[in-house]
């Protein structure tokens, strides 16, 4: 079956860059699909970042924009996202997750990573 | 913007359980609802805003289109303790609601 798994430090100091990974099995990473990356910080609600697609066409959220960088590796099947200048509020349970091309919704998840910012 | 309420519920089982979603502008009726157990990633339950996912039981529904949606469980019970958000993917960015905690009594 097809699993995302997050993976990445799970603390990062403020001003240094978040890198987290997916690595994407069960299902190549080449086809109708957009793999994503939403977060969530404690006990609040979920936070869209942004997506990519297999051919580098990416889609970020405004409010991150300025920050984010995700990339695609296709021939490892997997898919990375970088934030820039992190501070506390970055702080988060990030996750992965797949959604096929169109008007869909997010359809299969990664089990989640927690990221800490602190120095 | 998705605004979702109420923000908590706590209900005996065998309740029904309400929650509402309203979107700021028109969405159609690309609209998704989702479970997330404590610890766990969310799980999508209901897509274009009433198509049931498969494996998904059918105490849960959802209805809709525009700006206002309804979410739906017929006959809680133990196992839905969770809380729910729903989602646009009408338009970027994606929004999710703020979410409803579901109690169990």
């Known amino acids: 079956q097809v699993q995302l798994q997050e993976s990445g430090p799970g603390l990062v100091k403020p001003s240094d860059t978040l890198s987290l990974t997916c690595a994407v099995s069960?299902?190549?990473?080449?086809?109708?699909?957009?793999w994503g990356w939403i977060r969530q910080p404690p006990g609040k609600g979920l936070e869209w970042i942004g997506y990519?697609?297999?051919?580098?066409?990416?889609y970020y959220n405004p409010s991150l924009k300025s920050r984010v960088t995700m990339s695609v590796d296709t021939s490892k099947n997997q898919f990375s996202l970088q934030l820039r200048s992190v501070t506390a509020v970055d702080t988060a349970v990030y996750y992965c997750?797949?959604?096929?091309?169109?008007?869909?919704?997010?359809?299969?998840w990664g089990q989640g990573t927690m990221v800490t910012v602190s120095s | 913007v998705m605004t979702q309420s109420p923000t908590f519920l706590s209900v005996t089982p065998g309740e029904k359980v309400t929650i509402t979603c309203q979107a700021s502008?028109?969405?159609?009726?690309?609209l998704y609802w989702y479970q997330q157990k404590p610890d766990q990633a969310p799980k999508v339950l209901i897509k274009?805003?009433?198509q049931s996912i498969s494996g998904v039981p059918s105490r849960f529904s959802g209805s809709g289109s525009g700006t206002d949606f309804t979410f739906s469980i017929s006959s809680v019970g133990a196992e839905d303790a969770a809380t729910y958000y729903c989602?646009?993917?009408?338009?970027?960015?994606?929004?999710f609601g703020g979410g409803t905690k579901v109690e169990i009594k």
């Open positions: 997750a797949r959604k096929r091309d169109g008007y869909n919704p997010f359809d299969i």
């Open positions: 069960g299902y190549s990473i080449s086809s109708t699909y957009w």
């Open positions: 990519i697609y297999y051919s580098g066409n990416t």
């Open positions: 502008e028109g969405i159609g009726n690309y």
């Open positions: 274009y805003a009433s």
């Open positions: 989602q646009q993917g009408s338009k970027h960015p994606l929004t």
